[in-house]
């Protein structure tokens, strides 16, 4: 349908959407998901708020359009008492080159109490971006929809025809913790596995689960039952920030969600990160908490609150689990010559502390996120590395 403005209505297809797993039609809209429905039931609230969140969602089609319109309804966290979180921006990439940026201001806000855990819903109205004299002629468009907002699209609209791509590269499955969905990042291609991906010429899922990365089985069938080319498993902050294990049940359950993924992937080339650094828990045990102190100065900043003298019982701490995931790949990798290790502190270590401190202590800020993108491009997709071949073009 065209409408006044010389614009036509454009569905919001199922084949759009790269990097969801499931579309969820509302009376509103679309709703993207990052896990299937069936990994969602009875799952963990913060994961069902995660995985919710777009982040390594895009539309992508062929168009000859100068003007594109997307009208959404956001959905953002904020925290009582806290810092105003910034708005999400939804990325415009003409032909693999970010070429502008827009926010929709309004929207629906959670507002959780950190002192009481209650979250208050104060609903919002749609939004519209509008992206304007784009150069002519028929170019590859994707919008990258906010990484930290749950996106409700309601409507695309174009002075052109929008045709759906077909994704011929290689498809890289990846499952992190927030740092992997991008907490602190600026904007949705500026999160770490984004930037790799664009440098490497791959397809991007991102299955970084901000506070979820918990080894569950559901996330494991999950990427089994995927088509995947190569997958990387970023494992052990939220364990231990979260201090929801101890060694003991750490390791056998390291082993079970690698068997689930090696059920559907035997063969797969599989790489598994250990920890970045984070000096809040490299040796101190969780469970991590708000710095109430920091709190009061209105900044956000983590702190460890175990004991380190719980380490010889089990407790789990960044050092432990860099060590015990070595320990874990190096015996499998005998019979697995396509399971892999990369050491977090390559792409964020001790030398990295001064030059790019995290911010609140967790989570790397846009820059430094862009830095480990690119550490990760290099030493994983170039040529020698455990992703290393040429990947066709789209």
């Given amino acids: 349908m065209t409408l006044p403005d010389g614009l036509t209505s454009r569905p919001l297809t199922d084949d759009l959407w790269h990097g969801a797993l499931d579309l969820e039609r509302t009376d509103l809209g679309v709703r993207p998901h990052r896990l299937p429905a069936a990994a969602r039931f ?6 069902l708020v995660a995985e ?42 003409v032909d693999g080159v970010l070429a502008d940026q827009q ?6 806000v959670l507002v959780s109490d950190p002192a009481t855990g209650k979250t208050e819903t104060r609903p919002g109205e749609p939004g ?21 907002e749950n996106t409700e699209l309601v409507g695309l609209r174009a002075d052109a025809p929008l045709e759906p791509i077909v994704d011929g590269r290689r498809r890289w499955v990846h499952h992190g913790s927030s740092i992997s969905h ?37 996330v494991a069938r999950t990427i089994r039952d995927l088509p995947a080319d190569v997958i990387s498993l970023k494992l052990g ?25 090696r059920d559907g992937h035997p063969t797969t080339p599989l790489l598994v990160v250990t920890p970045l650094r984070s000096p809040t828990h490299e040796d101190v045990p969780g469970p991590g908490q708000l710095d109430p102190e920091a709190w009061q100065r209105g900044e956000v900043r983590f702190r460890a609150t175990g004991d380190p003298a719980d380490i010889p ?30 050491s977090g502190l390559e792409l964020y270590g001790p030398a990295d502390d001064e030059a790019h401190p995290l911010p609140d202590g967790l989570h790397p800020d846009g820059p430094t996120q862009r830095l480990i993108g690119e550490r990760f491009a290099e030493r994983v997709f170039a040529s020698g590395g455990p992703f290393g071949v040429t990947a066709p073009t789209a």
């Fill in 42 to 47: 009875d799952a963990d609230p913060a994961l």
């Fill in 52 to 93: 919710a969140e777009s982040s390594g969602v895009r539309l992508a089609f062929r168009t000859a359009a100068t003007v594109i319109e997307l009208t959404a309804r956001p959905t953002r966290r904020t925290f009582a008492g806290g810092p105003e979180r910034p708005v999400g921006a939804y990325d415009l990439v």
């Fill in 103 to 108: 926010s929709i201001a309004g929207g629906t």
């Fill in 128 to 148: 519209t971006v509008r992206f304007a004299d784009l150069a002519k002629g028929t170019k590859r468009i994707e919008i990258w929809l906010p990484h930290n």
């Fill in 182 to 218: 991008g907490s602190n990042a600026t904007h949705p291609t500026g999160i770490w596995p984004a930037v790799a991906a664009g440098l490497a010429g791959v397809d991007l899922l991102n299955l970084g689960y901000g506070a979820s990365c918990m080894l569950d089985g559901s």
């Fill in 237 to 261: 902050i939220n364990l231990v920030n979260f201090d929801v294990m101890r060694l003991r049940a750490f390791t056998p359950a390291v082993h079970a969600f690698l068997d689930l993924i």
């Fill in 313 to 342: 019982a089990g407790r789990l701490t960044l050092e432990v689990i860099r060590a015990e995931l070595t320990r874990i790949v190096e015996l499998r990798a005998a019979d697995d010559p396509n399971l892999h290790l990369l």
